[in-house]
């Protein structure tokens, strides 16, 4: 069965080798190039993913193809940027892996190329289609803790020597920080689920001694506090040198009951026990492995906003630059010693 919309990956990645087989599951999606700065093997590519794929040697070359309908972007944070806006040039619909970049500037120019374009966009911020928050999502619009006054989600993922990303995610001007290379991912689900504007955040940041982490030029482990326009209040640490199982931290505080991971207590339910949580079964978030992300519903909805002209729902750029706003001045509240509003990131 043919399908809608052309896909080509730029960067053949960890994240692409997931990405290439959820786009192919989707409805209307089918990946059939690829660029990479590495030499690839067409036929070796094609027979690992079971589609026929071209491997461009020239990215101008892949975006000029007017067969290619969308772009994923999984190369390195540092590339995103002029990719992106290269991409949006040639009037492709974007799919890209997070951080948007590591710099706020590039991120900004990102949205210009948007509006100029007339795209749509799909970040890669899809712990929003996973059962865990999906579920979560539910219960707090469902009124079943009232209304939230505190919430902290964090991330716990030790990315050490044994991990690919390892050698380039250690350098400052490709990881960014603790926030933008992983904990954006937390940061992100605190913000849905509090469903409020961020007016001023203060963050600190420290260094593992472990001799895993020794390499990286940048703080490892990041805690933020959030400040929300209606008084609410947030925490976030994003933890990238911690030595344990992956564990993706949730815990919401409301007026009725609080969620805490994949268990509830709510005053709203009659018959609750006020010493126990009774525990809502869902499939938690505990794999760093992009394998085991919810790729496939994130992409099938991109591809149905497509197709609709519609912005994509819950993921869209303007949706994650927020998220991204308040990772940077997270950042630079860590790096001055002080509070930053929100205001003084434009």
Known sequence: MSKNYNVGIIGYSWAATAHIGAINATAQGQVTAIWSSRALDARELSERHGCAIKVHSSLEAMLADPDIHVVDITSYP???GEQFCLAARHRKHVIIEKPLAVEWPQ???????????GIRTCVCF?????SQFLGTKAVIDGGLVGRLHYGEIDYYHGIGPWYGQYGWNIKKDMGGSALLTAGCHALDALLWCMNDEVVEVSSYGVKSKSRHFEPYEYPTTTSTLLKFKS????????????LQPYYFHTHLVGSLGSLLDNKIYSEKLKGMVKTKWSTLETHLID???VKDHPYQPQFQAFVDAVKAGKKMPLTDLDTALESHRVAFAADLSAEKGRPVKMSELK
């Open 287 to 289: 794999s760093g492995d």
């Open 78 to 80: 540092d590339q995103h």
């Open 231 to 242: 008084g609410k209040v947030g925490k976030c640490a994003a933890v990238i040198d911690c």
């Open 107 to 117: 991120v900004l120019q990102m949205k210009k190329a948007v509006a100029e374009a």
């Open 126 to 130: 899809e712990c929003r289609y996973s």
